[in-house]
């Protein structure tokens, strides 16, 4: 007599029992690996679940820190900026009262020297005159 898809033999009172018992072995043990077999997959999937929990939390932390080290940099980059305008503005200051320190130095050596040579043409001018003046009268007197 064939039963859930597999054949037992017929005896006096019925189907075989040791026939069914030995089926129903069968399908005791596969329906217990199959549980175990399930369970270890529930479990399975509830790990992977966790895990890409973990990995998107990583992955949120990951974006966390790039944005906060962008921001630190950006920070120091600006601040960096400050202090080489800071550096450049002093150097700029130097420079200016260095030139303007050369300036008056080479003004007062220029105004020196226009002095020392409005002193000598005062005292060519006052030879000349001087000797201007002695022709002069050496010529009046040889008139006479």
Do not use: W
Request: charged share 30%.
């Amino acid at each position: 007599m064939k039963l859930l898809g597999r054949e037992f033999r017929v005896i006096e009172n019925g189907l075989d029992p040791v026939e069914i018992l030995a089926f129903l072995d069968s399908i005791t043990g596969s329906s217990e690996t199959t549980l175990k077999r399930l369970e270890q997959f529930v479990y399975l999937q509830k790990r992977a679940e966790a895990m890409e929990a973990i990995v998107k939390e990583a992955q949120s932390m990951a974006e966390h820190v790039k944005q906060q080290a962008i921001s630190e940099a950006e920070a120091e980059r600006a601040q960096v900026i400050e202090k080489a305008k800071s550096i450049a503005e002093t150097m700029i200051d130097q420079t200016e009262k260095t030139c303007i320190a050369s300036m008056e130095s080479v003004n007062s050596f220029i105004l020196e020297a226009l002095t020392k040579v409005k002193e000598k043409v005062q005292e060519i001018v006052a030879m000349s005159i001087q000797e201007g003046q002695q022709n002069l009268n050496t010529a009046t007197n040889v008139r006479n």
